[in-house]
């Protein structure tokens, strides 16, 4: 492995900061502070920018950094999931994989009298799902309270449809791929960001769509047809694997865009 990929893209930021948002973190990577050790290793000269720019005085960055690297080598995934915003906990994803649940639910509908009937989650390689009548009520037993949930558009409606039915709070960090995806200008719902990001779905499911969902669920309790429950399970269960495929290409597009953009010299 070459030495640019090799690097840790963890530390290659520096949000963790108190202050520091995507603008100022560009700023200090256009100074060539691309990694925690080269910020480290910075001696600037009276003129340079840096000191009448709106930066943290490098001698107070560099004192976070040392404890940023301990916290690092003691892999303390707490100390990193909390001082990150939501948005930039997909740094976390290689480093801590075992610490993600994904999460996707059905519905049969959107409106206030709509209940729950189908929800996945897939962690530490695992898939569990949970059907209404069967064992939905258990759901909330299976998400650690440390773990970072993942979703597409969940902060809106998964995470607060599941907390108004079972009349519980979920208090888990949350990574919802929308507003990643959005910022990265990847936009139209998940069905459409996956093709976009090339990744294609099973032939069975590939023509089911959430509309069609609740008629599944339906068909299964008004006709007993096994057939739609089968169908419904499957398309919740690729749903929600699929978040971290895509979860695993928005680590790869960041990483390969960052050295694009400021590791040119090192490619």
Request: negative net charge; proline residues 4%; glycine residues 6%.
């Amino acid at each position: 492995m070459d030495k640019v990929d090799s690097f840790d893209l963890i530390q290659s930021h520096f949000a963790l900061f108190p202050g520091i948002g995507p603008k100022l973190e560009a700023l200090i990577w256009s100074y060539g502070m691309t990694t925690w050790d080269k910020m480290l290793s910075f001696k600037p000269d009276p003129l340079h920018p840096w000191l009448t720019s709106r930066l943290p005085h490098p001698d107070r960055l560099k004192e976070a950094i040392l404890i940023w690297q301990k916290e690092l080598s003691a892999n303390n995934f707490s100390f990193f999931a909390d001082g990150l915003s939501n948005l930039n906990l997909w740094l976390l994803w290689k480093r801590f994989p075992n610490k993600f649940c994904f999460l996707d639910i059905e519905t049969t509908g959107i409106d206030i009298k709509s209940v729950m009937t189908v929800v996945s989650l897939y962690m530490k390689g695992e898939m569990f799902t949970f059907q209404r009548g069967v064992n939905l009520e258990y759901l909330l037993d299976h998400i650690e309270k440390d773990m970072i949930l993942v979703s597409y558009n969940g902060r809106r409606f998964d995470v607060p449809f599941i907390e108004r039915e079972l009349q519980q709070t979920i208090p888990n960090l949350h990574l919802d791929l929308m507003n990643v995806l959005h910022e990265m200008g990847i936009k139209g719902g998940l069905k459409k960001s996956e093709i976009i990001l090339g990744l294609k779905r099973s032939e069975e499911v590939v023509s089911i769509d959430g509309s069609l969902a609740p008629r599944l669920w339906y068909d299964y309790i008004e006709n007993g047809n096994l057939r739609s429950l089968y169908l419904l399970i499957a398309y919740n269960q690729e749903d929600t694997k699929n978040l971290a495929l895509v979860l695993d290409e928005v680590f790869i597009r960041k990483k390969n865009l960052f050295k694009e953009t400021y590791l040119t010299d090192q490619i």
